[in-house]
């Protein structure tokens, strides 16, 4: 059974970080690409950033660029996401997402990140 | 960045009733489109890619067309379990954005 389980969400002030994870289980973790997704409360989905599934290429919304790093341990089945410089319009819930052929075929449950003093 | 303009935003039916929700890319996008169903506390479903075609599982009162910039998700008779919100994604570029969805609600 396909699994993707998200970690590290919390409350942060603006202008702090924090680093996401997602263990991954029931898969070759290692064929996929992967994403973040996020959605704050009440909206909709928003795309945030993408890792080759050998961490060779990735791509970012352009309003997390230069503050999220995205990251991948294929050894260890684990997604991550390092998140600086947070701003209140970063508050969301989180989800780790695997990319197959055509889409978004398996999302994990996401964890709450919020940005507020 | 693609743009894609879901309409309408909000659509209010009745079970059995024949639905269609329309996505506009702002650019030709090829048939990279996708769709996905989200019910109030859950995770988005996966339901069509390619523009049209089906994921495995989902039922086939739900069907996808067009391609280069314009889309349509048709529920062919609106059951119970339909009511959700609906988002279009295409795959042609980085980001890879979303429609800002459409919430089905029971009329």
């Known amino acids: 059974e396909v699994q993707l389980v998200e970690s590290g969400g919390g409350l942060v002030q603006p202008g702090g970080s924090l680093r996401l994870s997602c263990t991954a289980s029931?898969?070759?973790?290692?064929?996929?690409?992967m994403n973040w997704v996020r959605q704050a409360p009440g909206k909709g989905l928003d795309w945030v950033a993408i890792i080759k599934h050998d961490g060779s290429e990735k791509y970012y919304v352009d309003s997390v660029k230069g503050r999220f790093t995205i990251s991948r341990d294929n050894a260890n089945n684990s997604l991550f996401l390092q998140m600086n410089s947070l701003r209140a319009e970063d508050t969301a819930v989180y989800y780790c997402v695997r990319e197959v052929y055509g889409g978004f075929d398996f999302w994990g449950q996401g964890t709450l990140v919020s940005a507020s003093s | 960045d693609i743009q894609l303009t879901q309409t309408p935003s909000f659509l209010s039916a009745s079970v059995g009733d024949r639905v269609t929700i329309t996505c506009r890319a702002s650019q030709g996008i090829g048939s990279y489109l996708a769709w996905y169903q989200q019910k109030p506390g859950k995770v988005p479903k996966f339901l069509i890619y390619?523009?049209?075609t089906l994921q495995s599982g989902v039922p086939s009162r739900f069907s996808g067309s067009g391609s280069g910039t314009e889309f349509t998700l048709t529920i062919s008779s609106l059951q119970h379990e339909d009511f959700a919100t609906y988002y279009c994604q295409q795959l042609y570029s980085y980001p890879r954005t979303f429609g800002q969805g459409t919430k089905v609600e029971i009329k």
């Open positions: 390619d523009a049209s």
């Open positions: 029931g898969f070759v973790f290692g064929n996929h690409w």
